[in-house]
């Protein structure tokens, strides 16, 4: 080991060990708001509780934000403006009518997010999350959008692809499981055509593409393909070039370690795989080898609420 390497490595090891000692003093506080730093490296090597040393994120995509209710404004029209998938918002307010929320009233967007687990990708898309995030060469997420995913009945399935074919202003075939809903076959392009303006086909059947419904965006609604909004998959759509890896997973807690505290994003199980959701999030902590260096307090209270906003669980006060 050289002696660059050696003085790198005895400075995450110091850290962690000072910020261990300290977080078994006090509780935690809920964090509103953190900032990307462009300048850090993407992980840390968490040495977690069973000593072993742990990849953890060490930044966020994004900031959250502040938005006062305007007259006519509805949770979707607000999900929207702010580039978030309507369950995102509707989680985190679920008393709050979509169509008629209070007029003035301060809410919290949560737009920030700790980049899902995976390797070799270029694009990841997260199930638990309605999200899809784009990854640079370095493994660096460098952006990220909402998306509409498959039902119950034709979930999206999880796996590894790449991106076959690229087109413009497709033509929407009528799947053989929907054929007995509609009286063609095909449809052209046009406002009408369920696939929006573009299409990302990957190696199976199933494609990242616009759509005709801008409000079904953060919902389990399609028939296994991915949905965007269609000013996000125009954007996407210049980005992506064939032969790209796409990583489809289903990660509804993710854990980063962002200067000197823990954080984590809890989502709903949407295709409810657990069927003892808080067993999951233990099971989950101990695999990040963060058993005894969380508020547990705090952790489960997450666990519970499962709105898909960052929460810090750290042990000692911010």
């Known amino acids: 080991m050289d002696t660059g390497t050696l003085k790198s490595n005895t400075r995450i090891l110091t850290r962690i060990a000072v910020v261990c000692i300290v977080k078994l003093l006090v509780p935690s506080v809920v964090v509103?708001?953190?900032?990307?730093?462009?300048?850090?490296?993407?992980?840390?090597?968490?040495?977690?509780?069973?000593n072993a040393l742990i990849p953890l994120p060490i930044y966020l995509i994004g900031t959250e934000k502040q938005h006062r209710v305007s007259q006519q404004e509805t949770l979707l029209d607000i999900a929207r403006n702010y580039r978030l998938g309507?369950?995102?918002?509707?989680?985190?307010?679920?008393?709050?009518?979509?169509?008629?929320?209070?007029?003035?009233?301060?809410?919290?967007?949560?737009?920030?997010?700790?980049?899902?687990?995976?390797?070799?990708?270029?694009?990841?898309?997260n199930i638990a999350e309605c999200r899809l995030y784009l990854f640079d060469r370095n493994g660096r997420a460098t952006g990220t959008f909402p998306i509409s995913i498959g039902g119950p009945e034709s979930p999206t399935p999880e796996g590894d692809f790449i991106i076959k074919t690229k087109a413009y202003q497709p033509t929407w075939t009528v799947p053989p499981s929907l054929t007995?809903?509609?009286?063609?076959?095909?449809?052209?392009?046009?406002?009408?055509?369920?696939?929006?303006?573009?299409?990302?086909?990957?190696?199976?059947?199933?494609?990242?593409?616009?759509?005709?419904?801008?409000?079904?965006?953060?919902r389990a609604v399609t028939n296994g393909c991915i949905r965007?909004?269609?000013?996000?998959?125009?954007?996407?759509f210049s980005l992506v070039s064939r032969g790209m890896r796409v990583q489809i997973?289903?990660?509804?807690?993710?854990?980063?370690?962002?200067?000197?505290?823990?954080?984590?994003?809890?989502?709903?199980?949407?295709?409810?795989?657990?069927?003892?959701?808080?067993?999951?999030?233990?099971?989950?902590?101990?695999?990040?080898?963060?058993?005894?260096?969380?508020?547990?307090?705090e952790y489960l209270r997450a666990l519970d609420q499962k709105n898909g906003a960052i929460a810090d669980v750290s042990l000692s006060p911010k």
């Open 32 to 50: 509103l708001s953190m900032a990307v730093d462009n300048h850090a490296s993407d992980e840390t090597l968490f040495r977690g509780s069973g």
């Open 86 to 125: 309507f369950n995102e918002i509707a989680d985190l307010y679920p008393q709050l009518d979509p169509w008629c929320p209070p007029r003035g009233r301060v809410l919290r967007i949560p737009s920030a997010w700790i980049p899902p687990d995976a390797k070799q990708a270029d694009i990841v898309i």
């Open 180 to 218: 007995h809903k509609y009286p063609f076959s095909s449809l052209p392009p046009g406002p009408g055509n369920p696939l929006g303006d573009y299409w990302l086909g990957l190696e199976s059947h199933y494609g990242i593409h616009g759509t005709n419904s801008p409000w079904s965006i953060g």
């Open 228 to 236: 965007l909004y269609p000013e996000d998959i125009a954007g996407l």
């Open 249 to 297: 997973v289903y990660e509804p807690i993710k854990f980063a370690w962002i200067q000197d505290r823990i954080i984590v994003e809890v989502h709903r199980d949407i295709y409810s795989k657990f069927h003892n959701f808080k067993q999951y999030g233990v099971q989950r902590l101990q695999q990040k080898g963060l058993t005894g260096l969380v508020s547990m307090p």
